[in-house]
């Protein structure tokens, strides 16, 4: 039978690049047999309006049971007063939790037609391409005890940085097979200078390396690595962090490629019974409510995070690798949303003229 995909476009933007993206996989199925099983469904203020939650119970589900999951975009204006319980962003955190998504793949990479758009000179990023993989279901943000306590006459802030050494190790062993695939390099970061989990990290990261021995490992103080990634971010290929230096490493690398629009991420997790990982592909933009209903927002983000799927869930890389020069020709023929402009006298194309030159651009491969 077919793999699986579900499809949650979610709200504002979401749906609208989400339809770009079904034009392709339609592509694939006519053009290169390859065939999905797709079904859709509701996440978000979507699935709120219909529900009274940002996730069914079925829908999580069915999230559990597919080859891949791709997801558009939650939360919206119209969401913002809800109960903290029932906010759209909840529906996402649900899928990443109990999916037990531990892996988030954020690459950053510069396209040659888009290097003036990065926030730094155009010969530090052109051809860029790294990828950061920060774990996603550990460390501060969860770690206990957590909360606000009375202490003497005063109150104090606690989060706790707790990492075991099976977390580390996973999401290290998901960064040495990325590497493999790649250019065989990865960068640990976390700062063993002054945190005890840095240190076990570190000796973690070390000893999963050896299985890999191809791969070249080293390791860097995070701080020292945000310095290192907006100096020279050409020296990276891999970089393995945890959740908190990874939130922060990850969108600092967001800003050396210029547009939001632009990103794609993945969140993997363990392997299910066919070999695949559990996986969530979505863009890292959010529902761009200031855009939303008229066919500005750029799908390029939706379409290249279904890239990742094909590359990450179903094997087949060299397929990504069409998309993804597909899209590369097509920036380079100068076709631009409205966010990607900055030249003057280009017009801009609509979020379905954008998916019509990526179609074209495919034909031609
Ligand atoms: P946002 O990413 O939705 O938008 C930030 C800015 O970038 C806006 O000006 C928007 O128009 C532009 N933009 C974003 N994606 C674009 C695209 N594909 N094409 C063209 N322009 C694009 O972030 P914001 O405004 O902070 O949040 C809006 C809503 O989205 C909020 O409800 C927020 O909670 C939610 N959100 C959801 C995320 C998700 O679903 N993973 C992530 C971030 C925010
Ligand atoms: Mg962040």
């Known amino acids: 039978s077919n793999p699986s995909l579900l499809i949650l476009p979610g709200d ?7 339809a770009q993206v079904r034009r392709i996989i339609t592509w694939y199925g006519d053009k290169r047999g390859l065939a999905f099983d797709v079904s859709e ?11 009274g939650v940002p996730l069914a119970d079925e829908t999580m589900a069915k999230a559990q049971e597919a080859d ?6 939650v939360g919206g204006p119209a969401y913002d007063d809800l109960d903290f319980s029932v906010k759209p962003e909840r529906g996402l955190l649900r899928l990443r939790k109990e999916m037990d998504l531990f892996s988030n793949l954020r690459p950053a990479q510069c396209f040659d037609a888009l290097a003036d758009f990065s926030s730094l000179k155009k010969d530090i990023v052109a051809g860029l391409d790294i990828m950061i993989v920060r774990e996603l279901t550990s460390g501060v943000y969860f770690g206990e005890p957590r909360g606000i306590f009375e202490e003497g006459n005063e109150r104090v802030g606690i989060n706790t940085q707790r990492y075991t050494e099976s977390e580390i190790e996973r999401a ?72 908190l230096f990874g939130d922060i490493l990850s969108d600092c690398a967001a800003m050396l490629t210029g547009s939001l629009g632009m990103l794609p991420s993945a969140s993997l997790g363990a392997p299910m019974a066919n070999g695949r990982p559990k996986a969530l592909y979505e863009p890292v933009h959010g529902s761009a409510p200031d855009i939303t209903g008229q066919g500005k927002a750029n799908p390029i983000a939706c379409i290249l995070s279904f890239a990742m ?57």
């Open 12 to 18: 504002g933007i979401g749906p609208e690049v989400m």
């Open 41 to 51: 469904d509701l996440v978000g203020g979507a699935a709120y309006d219909k529900h």
């Open 68 to 73: 891949a999951v791709l997801l558009g975009a």
């Open 172 to 243: 290290a062993r998901s960064a040495f097979e990325l590497a493999m695939r790649r250019g065989k390099k990865v960068c640990s970061m976390e700062k063993a200078n002054v945190m005890e989990s840095g240190i076990l990290w570190r000796e973690v990261a070390t000893r999963v390396g050896k299985e890999y021995p191809e791969v070249e490992l080293s390791h860097m103080y995070a701080d020292n690595g945000a310095m290192q990634l907006v100096r020279a971010p050409k020296q990276f290929d891999v970089i393995l962090t945890d959740n």
């Open 309 to 365: 799927a094909l590359r990450y869930s179903f094997d087949q890389g060299s397929e990504a690798d069409r998309l993804e020069t597909a899209v590369e020709q097509v920036l380079a023929d100068g076709v631009r949303t409205a966010d990607l402009l900055g030249e003057e006298g280009v017009t801009p194309v609509s979020t379905s003229e954008m998916g019509d030159a990526i179609l074209a651009a495919l034909d031609a491969s």
